[in-house]
């Protein structure tokens, strides 16, 4: 019998029926999430080009930037990912390098790329701030697109919701650790199928991403330090991050406990970046005061 592929929208009436995967090329599977991935990346990578143009830069410096932060942001996103699920791989270590399936955390990859960022700025001796100011349009479009992976693989939604977008899946699609009780007590069933009916929380944070990308496009021109722009990226991030993690299912917990690591860290970085954002600005007003007094 073939699998019910469908993912219903039940609320706002929408049905898209035998959903799959992936694609056959060839006889190679090749996952939507990877299609998607990449599709993001390269995407994002032609909005940092344009934003560099926008703004007076030599686009030529991110064309050298993207291989190393494309690499980085890979690697780094599934060590992020490995070390808070570790025992997914624990008995088969070589599971670790099949990113077909899923298994990023876009966390590891911001760090990851922050770091690489850092690195190349150095070597170039070029602005750190503004490469991020630069490059955070396209981390941002990456995000967005990005996460409709996770739409394809089933996978990042939240609890039981029977809110305007909430999303109905295939039980049976789904893997077993990420259906809570919550879940199972909503059960429903459509033609003898039994379906889920979840928040879609990667939709809530592709929404979200895109709001903060035209924000912060419409923002650029008016920025008064370089770096200002990847702070309201931090910010704005962490802060939609710290809710929507809070719906998940799937959360990766710091170990021994019970609580979230992305949203400890959403926390952190945007009490962090703040407390940056206010110390920069004020000193900025009192420079300001002093010329003005001179």
């Given at each position: 019998?073939?699998?019910?592929?469908?993912?219903?929208?039940?609320?706002?009436?929408?049905?898209?029926?035998?959903?799959?995967?992936?694609?056959?090329l060839f006889g190679i599977e090749i996952?939507?999430?990877?299609?998607?991935?990449?599709?993001?990346?390269?995407?994002?990578?032609?909005?940092?080009?344009?934003?560099?143009?926008?703004?007076?830069?030599?686009?030529?410096?991110?064309?050298?930037?993207?291989?190393?932060?494309?690499?980085?942001?890979?690697?780094?996103?599934?060590?992020?990912?490995?070390?808070?699920?570790?025992?997914?791989?624990?008995?088969?270590?070589?599971?670790?390098?099949?990113?077909?399936?899923?298994g990023l955390a876009i966390y590891g990859g911001i760090i990851a790329g922050v770091l690489a960022g850092i690195i190349f700025t150095k070597v170039k001796k070029v602005s750190f701030a503004l490469l991020a100011d630069t490059c955070s349009v396209g981390l941002l479009l990456g995000q967005i697109l990005g996460r409709w992976g996770n739409f394809f693989n089933r996978e990042a939604f939240g609890g039981y919701s029977d809110g305007l977008l909430a999303m109905q899946i295939n039980k049976a699609e789904v893997a077993s650790s990420?259906?809570?009780?919550?879940?199972?007590?909503?059960?429903?069933?459509?033609?003898?199928?039994?379906?889920?009916?979840?928040?879609?929380?990667?939709?809530?944070?592709?929404?979200?991403?895109?709001?903060?990308?035209?924000l912060i496009l419409l923002y650029t021109k008016h920025k008064k330090f370089d770096g200002e722009l990847f702070i309201?990226?931090?910010i704005g991030y962490g802060v939609g991050r710290t809710w929507i993690e809070s719906l998940r299912t799937d959360q990766l917990l710091l170990w021994g406990t019970n609580l979230a690591v992305s949203e400890l860290l959403s926390i952190t970085i945007v009490i962090v970046a703040i407390g940056i954002w206010i110390a920069k600005r004020t000193k900025i007003g009192k420079n300001k005061e002093n010329k003005n007094r001179q």
């Open positions: 019998m073939l699998l019910d592929t469908s993912i219903r929208f039940p609320n706002l009436g929408i049905e898209i029926g035998q959903l799959g995967t992936g694609i056959s996952a939507y999430y990877g299609i998607i991935i990449a599709c993001g990346m390269l995407a994002g990578f032609y909005l940092v080009e344009w934003q560099a143009k926008r703004t007076g830069q030599q686009k030529e410096l991110y064309l050298d930037f993207a291989i190393y932060a494309i690499i980085a942001s890979i690697v780094g996103a599934r060590l992020y990912y490995v070390i808070f699920s570790f025992d997914e791989f624990k008995d088969d270590l070589l599971s670790i390098l099949n990113l077909r399936t899923g990420n259906i809570t009780q919550e879940l199972l007590d909503h059960v429903v069933r459509i033609k003898g199928i039994e379906y889920i009916q979840v928040h879609p929380t990667f939709l809530y944070e592709s929404l979200w991403n895109l709001i903060l990308l035209i309201f990226y931090v």
